[in-house]
């Protein structure tokens, strides 16, 4: 050890701080996998869109329409982000 405390207390807790480098996560991915998994949703559900309605159920397909569509704005947001903070910063 080098005389670091590796111990960190809250409260009546103590707890060992593990020594991690933090991930380099922009969400793109993360995002770009919620907009594909709402389009699959949204293509599986389309087919039973007249049984959907029927049910009272129609708003599940308009939900995958709509996370499909928040999502892509989402995507564009974190691919903004990402280009961005890839950028070199100029001092002023």
Do not use: I, K, N
């Amino acid at each position: 050890m080098d005389g670091h405390d590796d111990r960190q207390e809250t409260g009546h807790h103590r707890y060992l701080v593990a020594d991690v480098d933090p991930l380099d996560v922009d969400g793109v991915r993360t995002v770009a996998v919620g907009c594909v998994l709402w389009a699959v949703a949204f293509v599986g559900l389309l087919p039973f869109y007249g049984r959907l309605q029927d049910s009272g159920r129609g708003w599940w397909l308009w939900t995958c329409l709509a996370g499909l569509a928040l999502g892509l704005f989402g995507l564009e947001y974190c691919r903004r982000r990402r280009a961005r903070r890839a950028r070199p910063r100029s001092r002023h």
